[in-house]
Each structure stands twice: as C-alpha cells, then as structure tokens.
C-alpha cells in the first residue's frame, strides 16, 4: 500500500521561504516521477511541480517558476518543494503524488494528509 507523508508547512510572512518535504513507501519510488500539489479553500486541488525519476527534468506551474524548486532523493524516498519568495495567493494544503511524465494528475488514487502552508501579508 502507498503512503505519502508531507510535512514542513507552517505560517510564514510574505517573501518568506519553507522547504516541503514527503517521504513515500510501498512503492519503488526511483521508478517514478512525483509531484507536489496544492489546495487552496474552496478551491480544486492543482498542480504545482514535478521531477522525473531521473531528476534531470522538471516543469512547473507558471505562477511559481522562479521561486520554487522541486528536488528529490531517491536514496531517503523524499521528495522536496523548496519555497522561496512565498505570496499570500500560494498558501494552500500542499500534497505530493506520484506523476505520469508531463501530466498533471496524481497517479495514485490515496493521497496523503497534506502539509498546511500559510502565507501573512
């Protein structure tokens, strides 16, 4: 059975920076690409960034290239969403999930608890 667990959220000011990370298993994790995702209230859940299993390539949702980077070590089974710059409009439920290469859509149907990131102005 997969388990996703997301942590590192917190209350930040605006132009602030966290570091996201989720530790995965019941999967082999080098095998797959993995995102992160966000849900913000009474909004539809998006997604944000994702890394190849490779990590030689990345893609992002336009609204956070350039102020945020995802990374990944295969060796721990984590995945990371550095955060910098961070703006009151990107705090949401942040969430990871395995990806098809180049999709959007989380690949595994159970999704974590999430990490909470709430950005101050």
């Known amino acids: 059975q997969v388990q996703l667990v997301e942590s590192g959220g917190g209350l930040v000011q605006a132009g602030g920076s966290l570091r996201l990370s989720c530790v995965a298993s019941?999967?082999?994790?080098?095998?797959?690409?993995m995102g992160w995702f966000r849900q913000a209230p009474g909004k539809e859940r998006e997604f944000v960034a994702a890394i190849h299993w490779s990590s030689d390539s990345t893609y992002y949702l336009d609204s956070v290239k350039g102020r945020f980077t995802i990374s990944r070590d295969n060796a721990k089974n984590t995945v990371y969403l550095q955060m910098n710059s961070l703006k009151p409009e990107d705090t949401a439920v942040y969430y990871c999930n395995a990806v098809v290469w180049k999709s959007t859509a989380g690949v595994f149907r159970s999704w974590g608890q999430g990490t909470q990131v709430t950005v101050s102005s």
């Open positions: 019941g999967l082999s994790f080098s095998s797959y690409s």
